[in-house]
C-alpha cells in the first residue's frame, strides 16, 4: 500500500518510513523478549 501511495506522490514529500518504525516497534514488543528468553 504504501509503495503504491509513494508512486503515485509527483512532489516527492511522501515515504514510508512511519510503516518502517511501526515494523520494527514490533520487532522490539514481539520478538526480541521471546529471542532474548531463549538466549540466556
Known amino acids: 500500500a ?3 501511495r509513494v508512486e503515485g ?6 515515504h ?3 510503516q518502517y518504525f511501526d ?3 514490533c520487532v522490539d514488543k ?3 523478549p521471546k529471542l ?3 538466549l540466556k
Open 16 to 18: 514510508c518510513t512511519g
Open 36 to 38: 532474548f528468553a531463549d
Open 30 to 32: 514481539c520478538v526480541a
Open 23 to 25: 515494523y520494527w516497534c
Open 9 to 14: 506522490d509527483e512532489t516527492g514529500h511522501k
Open 2 to 4: 504504501c509503495v503504491k
